[in-house]
């Protein structure tokens, strides 16, 4: 038997999920390591912009789309147009390729948030700490098991009992355990320099190559932390109350989405400025920026040691809200197409997890010679979703919104509670017409790095 379908109890309660979910390991892990490479102020810029034209258009279809058909991903598609059904399975495939990935980074920061909580931060500053724990089966197995349960246990709650109560409680503790560490790292000697180097743009020695690069970077960052092109803001739309506004949800989940990316770059960015002393390579560490650099600065601080334990239990908080969206979107499509209890697709989903998250593991341990197109496991999970499944999701939604459906399909869905549409102008423009664009330069670029 079909089982009735949730939803939010509140307004506020949808915002703080939807924002549960865009607030991630892409925010604090991802954002400030991309920032940092590509030229800080100039990166923010363009970012910037991207979320409130590009970002806030495909959000506002998604929802949209979710709320005015009450389906998961797959029936959303099918329900608007027929021809477009097949683009339901290719955005669930998404989310069942990330979860199992991304728990596995979330069992990383639980382990460093035990290592630094346990008074035993000074040994994660040592050079072959982070390589030497992930080259391990054990240890990331027990940690990244930790963490996909914790995952389903606030999934199987449900959405209102589970997912809606979590977020009320953990999304104010994140933004203020932020604001506190980024205020003390914006106080430590020397930090202005970093904060400067961050925040404004420096136009000297930029190619327009560079500014490419820039602006395809920026974008792969807004998908992965917006949590768009994959179905999430499809399944939280379906259980968004009709008498709330779409576009003001909207703005207020991508504002907070773009405070706690800009705010965690402020923690870190600064902080990794003033201990490698504005060292460009210090800067361009990439992703060991947070596991690698990271712990070196907190233990050269004072009071560093309390600093870094409340910074991950921070990332540790974001990361699960995200990975909680991710594993709602598995269990809504399966419940949906088996007819299954929430419990049941809960227990089917963990499983799909387990399994593919530990060839993740095994990626770094035992199967570390197997690499697929150059790529070692993981980091093949998150090529194949974030730059070809993704750009390829949201091409095609634009395409199915812009000259299919046509975009009064999704207007009238904002429209619905007598409020007025008012970015539309912007919103058609990005849909008909930019956002397609963009998405095949994004498909592109590889071919073009290539040659
Ligand atoms: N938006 C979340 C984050 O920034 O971490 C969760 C997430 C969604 C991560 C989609 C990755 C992804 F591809």
């Known amino acids: 038997m079909e089982e009735k379908r949730e939803g939010f109890g509140s307004r506020i309660g949808f915002i703080l999920a939807a924002a549960g979910s865009a607030v991630g390991l892409g925010n604090i892990w991802r954002f400030p390591y991309l920032a940092a490479k590509y030229g800080g102020g100039i990166f923010l810029l363009t970012y910037l912009i991207l979320v409130v034209s590009f970002g806030f258009s495909l959000m506002v279809t998604e929802i949209s789309l979710g709320r005015k058909t009450g389906k998961s991903v797959i029936g959303a598609y099918k329900q608007a147009d027929k021809r477009f059904g097949f683009l339901g399975p290719v955005a669930a495939l998404v989310p069942f390729i990330i979860t199992p990935y991304y728990c596995v980074i979330g069992g990383w920061v639980i382990k460093y948030l035990v290592t630094f909580a346990s008074g035993q931060a000074q040994s994660a500053t040592d050079d072959g700490y982070f390589g030497g724990f992930i080259s391990q089966?054990?240890?990331?197995?027990v940690y990244f098991i930790i963490f996909a349960v914790l995952t389903a246990a606030v999934v199987i709650f449900g959405v209102?009992?589970?997912?809606?109560?979590?977020?009320?409680?953990?999304?104010?503790?994140?933004?203020v355990l932020s604001i506190g560490i980024a205020v003390y790292t914006m106080t430590l000697p020397g930090a202005g320099a970093g904060v400067k180097y961050y925040i404004l743009?420096?136009?000297?020695?930029?190619?327009?190559i560079k500014f490419m690069k820039t602006i395809v970077a920026a974008m792969g960052q807004l998908f992965y932390s917006m949590s768009l092109a994959m179905g999430i803001m499809v399944t939280y739309g379906s259980y968004m109350r009709k008498q709330d506004s779409i576009e003001k949800s909207t703005r207020q989940i991508s504002f907070f989405?773009?405070?706690?990316?800009?705010?965690?770059?402020l923690i870190i960015v600064p902080s990794v400025f003033i201990f490698s002393g504005g060292d460009e390579a210090a800067l361009n560490a990439g992703p060991g920026l947070m596991f690698v650099t990271l712990p070196k600065v907190f233990d050269s601080m004072r009071g560093g040691h309390i600093a870094g334990c409340a910074f991950f239990v921070l990332v540790a908080f974001a990361a699960l809200t995200s990975s909680v969206s991710l594993l709602e979107t598995m269990v809504s499509i399966i419940t949906e197409k088996f007819g299954l209890k929430r419990a049941g697709s809960t227990a089917i989903c963990l499983v799909i997890v387990f399994v593919m998250g530990m060839l993740s593991v095994m990626g770094y341990s035992n199967l570390s010679e197997v690499t697929i197109f150059g790529y070692q496991i993981l980091d093949f999970f998150d090529f194949i979703s974030n730059n070809i499944m993704m750009p390829i999701v949201a091409l095609l939604t634009c395409i199915l919104i812009g000259y299919i459906v046509k975009p009064k399909y999704i207007e009238d869905e904002t429209t619905l509670n007598g409020e007025k549409f008012r970015s539309k102008g912007l919103y058609e423009i990005m849909t008909k017409f930019v956002c397609p664009v963009f998405m095949i330069i994004i498909l592109l670029t590889p071919f073009i790095a290539e040659i």
Do not use: Q
Request: overall charge negative; proline content about 8%; cysteine-free.
């Open 160 to 175: 209102e009992k589970g997912i809606e109560n979590v977020s009320k409680i953990l999304m104010p503790v994140l933004v």
């Open 201 to 208: 743009p420096d136009f000297k020695g930029f190619t327009v």
């Open 257 to 265: 989405d773009t405070l706690i990316a800009i705010i965690a770059g």
């Open 137 to 141: 089966f054990g240890e990331p197995s």
